[in-house]
């Protein structure tokens, strides 16, 4: 099977798994009004949705630098995601469906390090690029799923709504006992303590410790934004779950179609003017925000905040791959177990924002933004760990 069968069969892969998990957008203010929860309980569905994903990333890398056959293991996630999925859709009350997305959100969280890590290892040259195309697959989920999710709302409960959206992931698993065997095999090796003990020190300090600071705040900017933006729409503008959906999708559609166009600039270019230029363009727009303009100079300003964070995200995490300069599965793992661990706590704190005013939320969003701005603008690009091997004493 030719490399760019497999990518497109990748990026398929990363829109059905991503499907449910991006459905949530719609389904869990639905939720929230159903069960008449206030915002701050509204991120923390989120929050902890996010939280019980981040806990499969690092082992899924792991695994993915480790396991010689890496096309079982991404067959496996499509299962763990239709299983649970299904099983939350039958959730009776808030805690139980908090613990059961978390535990279906492991699933989709497992394909990221696996299926991103097989594609950089196999793609040095262009990582951001082939990560950008990779991301296409999620962000169209991240933008079909609320729309399908909007319109299936006004017709069904949220648990039909989410049994329905895993329809893709079941389909897309059955190809994948095909496509699997394309995936080439990698030579088996037990995990060593003296390797993660080696990675482990390329992030706790120096450089390693401020880009860690940077993929969390950028994400916390980001969640910021997703987990509000339906229930400020709904609140202040009175949206319906259609409106609202059309609305977010749209948002997120400039993002997921400059992705692997940024992605390649910054292979290019270099990964700081393009991780600077995203984060500052987004906490102007927020800026904006905090003054609550008319709906439309809302809208516009959702689009290019929400559209410029979405865009970078192929470099940010080209930018750790090239800073760890080894183990791709791994760093990736714990890559995303920071976006979607530590990020995930935008969510929650935006929403206890919100509990104070919508100015404030956007505030905090705009505060998180500009300081991932900052924190890229000082940031020291590069296979720092590789020199770090050479040179030690450039770690500390």
Known sequence: MKKRTVLTWFALGHFANDLPIASLW???????????LSPAEVGLLFTLCNIGGALAYLPAGILADHVSNRGRLLVGTFWWVVVGYLLAA???????????????????????????????????????????IHAIGGSFAEVLAPLAAGFLLAYVDWRDALALSV???????????????????????????????????TWRRGNGLRMVAMICLYNMALMALLSMIPLYLAEQHGFGPEAAGIAFSAMLIVGTLAQPWVGKISDIAGRRPVVVFGNLTAALAISLMVFQPSL????????????ALDAIRAAVLAGAVDHAGRSEGTTLGLAFALLDGI?????????????????HMFVLAAVLSLSAAALGFIMVFGDSAASADEHPEAGS
């Open 26 to 36: 719609l389904i869990v203010p639905t939720v929230g009004i159903a069960m008449e």
């Open 296 to 307: 439309w100079a809302m809208l516009t300003a959702m689009v290019i905040a929400v559209g």
């Open 167 to 201: 329809l893709p992931a079941a389909f897309v698993g059955l190809c994948f006992f095909w496509v699997a065997r394309a995936i080439p095999r990698v030579e088996r090796k037990a995990v060593s303590k003296h390797d993660m003990l080696g990675l482990l020190n």
């Open 343 to 359: 990020g995930a706590l935008g969510a929650v704190l935006a929403g206890i924002a919100a509990g104070f005013s919508w100015p």
């Open 90 to 132: 039958m959730a009776p009350e808030f805690w139980s469906l908090a613990l059961l997305l978390a535990l279906a959100g492991m699933g989709d969280a497992a394909w990221h390090p696996i299926a991103t890590g097989v594609l950089t290892r196999d793609n040095k040259e262009r990582r951001a690029q082939v990560l950008g």
